[in-house]
Each structure stands twice: as structure tokens, then as C-alpha cells.
């Protein structure tokens, strides 16, 4: 693999053992993939930031970094943490204090602590660059949607992009390697956020790791239908890369490749219908209703306001939203106010996911997306989770 002048002094311990080791990572990473050299990156976004999945390992890490004095070199953007900067929502003090340590870690590596999955809807990267994403679903949408090109890094390989600046020239940065490779074909409209990532998660079951599946929807998914769709299918599938007609930027090149021989994948109503059937299991009385996974864009924001309008949540029933503060900051206050008045509470830097809902005595959780269902019996164990839609909400949870 050729590496510079300069990145050859950096793996020779010239800036800090800590950025050599980083550097050393993403360079294995390069040959275990025949990269041909390491180039530039100057965004990155970082998972890992819950003390629930990083733990106390990350945490150290991550204080022998600032300790060494190391700081980012990209404008990096974090994942949610375990709960709201300010706490609030019930963990631990222990949870508490660790998940704070972690914070201040990020903060004085000079990251920027935007604490969301969509760090995108402020300052999207710009179609073509190279950037180095972690947090699979935003991986997803900034490949497919917004046509800027990252591989699916993890929360160590995204950390050592941004300490360097540098990633491996390999997998979907490459042209050849994201062209379509299969196409979907449906004879009926998905027309929920959680259908998407309803058919996220079927498709994802299906396809194999490196296919980059070619969508073809009759109606034109919004924002956060886009973004389920990434999150189902980067849950049950290594998928990074989706392509939509009318969507994805670099579908205006596709009279170069030749769609003809693409093998199709048809979803049938009958079949997709029994998969969210068996998915989506009724549950009376859940602790919380918990929307936003991804993080909820401002065009949902506004729908689930509008659904909630005139409405109260039933007694007793407990409905989070979780979104970002940028999105909270461009919300208008009618969008808020109908979420207030109907009972509902919006969450900022934080996800059903990653926060221990398991130690804060919640133990039934109806959720909006296929990817919350899917991970928070993975990681909170004990506690139960089902699936409905928006409608669905609104018509079991709700009342005038
Ligand atoms: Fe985002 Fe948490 Fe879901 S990080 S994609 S809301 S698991």
C-alpha cells in the first residue's frame, strides 16, 4: 500500500503513539482490502458514544486520548449517548457520571457534540466527498441520498479517521463498487416511515452483504422514509449503499451501466405483508411509546405533529420522541405545541436504543421503526418491544 512521506513519520510515532496506532488501524484495514493508498477525509461522524455500548474500555480509551493532548482533524459530528446532556430521563447516577466522562472526552477531542444519528440535516456533507461514517443508518442515508461516499465504519476506525484525517481508498469509495446490483421490484406503495424500514428489514434478510439494491417507488419517499428504509435494511443486512429512482445522485449515471442483466428481487404484497404481520405483535400497556430511530428529521416532526393535533396521549401513556437539537431549533413552535398540548415529549441526544431503558424500570416499549424492534431486546434484556405505525398510535394511545 503507498503511503506518503508524511504518513509514513505519522506511523512512526512522530505525532503521538495514539494517532500512529490509529493510522495503523485504518492502514490494516487498507490491505486487508488491496487498497491502494489512504486519502483525505475532513468529516467524519462517530459511534460509540453511549456508555451503555462503549463502556468503561472506550471510556479510558478515549481519556488516554485527551490525556496525550490528541485532538480531531475533521469536523467531527457524535452519535446520541446514553441520555440528555443534562440527564432527566431516569438512569443511574453511576450511568450518569460515566456517560458525562465520555462527553467531556469527546468535547475536548474537539468533536462536535450534535449527539445524533441525522449529524446530516445541519451541515450534510457535499455529493462526491469522501467522508468516514459510522452509525450504519447514517451510513446508509449519505450514500444513498445525500451522494457523498463512506464506507460503513465502526466506532474505532471512524474514531482513527478523524484523529488522522486519513481512510483507506477501498470498498463503496470506489465507482466500480457502487453501481446497482440488484433490483426491487413491488407492485404496491409502502406509505409509513414504518413500512420502510418494514421493508428495510425484509430486504436486508434477503440480499447479500455487498449488494447495493435499485429501488423504484411509484411515489417518492420523504426524508424519513428514506432514512428507515436505510435503518432496516443496515440492520439486518451490511448494506451502506441503496439506490432510488428520482433519489440517489448518482442514479443520473445510471445509463452507463447496463441494468438489463441486474437480477430483481419482487416483494409481493401477500409475502410482505406476512413478514409485518409476524413483526408486528400487539402489546397493551407499554411503559413508553418511543419514536425516532433514526432520529427524527424535521419533515416527520411535523407530520407526527399534525397527527397528534387536537389530541391527548390516554393516561398513563408515556410518548417519547427522540430527534436532534438542530432539528428541535428549526421545529416552529405550532409543530411543538401540538406535541406538548397531546402529552408528548421530545427527547434530545439520546435513542431507545442506546440509553439503559432495561435499568430505568421501563420494560414494555412500543416503537415506530424495525431497527429499534429489532435492537432493544439486544440490548436491554428483559424488555419487550412492539411495532406499530404512526396511525396506529395515534388511534390505540390517543384520544380527542
Ligand atoms: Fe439512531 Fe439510536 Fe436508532 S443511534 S439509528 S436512534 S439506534
Known sequence: MYLTRKEERIL?????????????????????????KLVNVDRSHISGVSYKTAGLPMLRLLEDMVEDGVKV????????AGMPREGGIGVSREFMQ???????????????????CIPYSTRPPRRGEIVAFAESSAVCYVNSVIGAKTN?????????????????????????????TIKVHSDFTFDSSTEFSLLGLYLGEKLEKNDK?????????????????????????????????????????????????????TVSKRDFQNFCKKKKTRMENPDIIAMGCPHIP??????????????????????????????????????LASIREAG????????????????????KVVVNSAKAMSYIPRLSSGVDVSLANIDEIVKRWTMK
Open 98 to 116: 460515566k456517560q458525562k466522562r465520555i462527553i467531556s472526552a469527546y468535547e475536548k477531542l474537539g468533536c462536535k457534540m450534535v449527539l445524533t
Open 152 to 180: 460503513r465504519h465502526g466506532s474505532l476506525d471512524a474514531l482513527a479517521a478523524s484523529i488522522t484525517g486519513k481512510v483507506p481508498l477501498m470498498g463503496l469509495l470506489l465507482e466500480k463498487n457502487r453501481k446497482p
Open 213 to 265: 439494491p435499485l429501488f423504484s417507488f411509484s411515489k417518492t419517499p420523504n426524508h424519513g422514509e428514506l432514512n428507515a428504509l436505510g435503518g432496516g435494511l443496515a440492520t439486518s443486512g451490511a448494506i451502506g449503499l441503496f439506490h432510488v429512482l428520482g433519489v440517489t445522485p448518482e442514479i443520473k449515471q445510471l445509463s452507463d451501466y447496463d441494468l438489463t442483466t441486474l437480477e430483481t428481487i
Open 298 to 335: 424535521l419533515d416527520r416532526l411535523k407530520k407526527i405533529s399534525k397527527k397528534l393535533k387536537g389530541r391527548k396521549l390516554k393516561q398513563s401513556t408515556k410518548l417519547w420522541l427522540f430527534t436532534s437539537k438542530a432539528v428541535l431549533e428549526k421545529a416552529e413552535e405550532d409543530t
Open 12 to 36: 512512526n510515532g512522530k505525532e503521538g503513539q495514539i494517532t500512529a496506532k490509529a493510522l495503523k488501524l485504518l492502514v490494516e484495514m487498507g490491505k486487508n482490502e488491496n487498497a491502494e
Open 73 to 80: 482533524v475533521t469536523y467531527a459530528t457524535v452519535n446520541p
Open 344 to 363: 408528548g415529549k421530545i427527547i434530545l441526544d439520546t435513542c431507545p436504543v442506546v440509553a439503559p431503558i432495561g435499568e430505568m424500570n421501563i420494560t
